[in-house]
């Protein structure tokens, strides 16, 4: 499987921004559909967003949609995630991850390989 490494992650205060960073390589930016994942402490993993090989977009939620920006670079292979005002509960390992070619998928199922994750905690 390709491999996805992610970068990007810190401590933050809630109100701050990061961006992370999904280095892959060009076949699977290029090709695939990819996301950004998350797993929280507790919590079930899930697809914060999503964009296809053509670059449409999906986010997962009101919770995240006009904060969170999926994009990627097809000449660097690399995908981001900017993630503004941030929040206490965005707190998560996140992940990048392809998927195959298709409409943005939210679906946790649908991502077969991911990478090792990259921790985001934002504290209050």
């Known amino acids: 499987q390709a491999q996805l490494v992610e970068s990007g992650g810190g401590s933050v205060h809630a109100g701050d921004s990061l961006r992370l960073s999904c280095a892959a390589p060009?076949?699977?930016?290029?090709?695939?559909?990819m996301g950004w994942l998350r797993q929280a402490p507790g919590k079930e993993r899930e697809v914060v967003a999503a964009i296809s090989r053509i670059g449409t977009r999906a986010y997962n939620g009101d919770s995240v949609k006009g904060r969170f920006t999926i994009s990627k670079d097809d000449r660097k292979s690399t995908v981001y995630l900017q993630m503004n005002s941030l929040k206490p509960e965005d707190t998560a390992l996140y992940y990048c991850a392809a998927a195959q070619p298709g409409s943005p998928s939210l679906e946790v199922a649908s991502y077969t390989n991911r990478g090792q994750g990259t921790q985001v905690t934002v504290s209050s």
């Open positions: 060009p076949r699977t930016v290029m090709w695939y559909t």
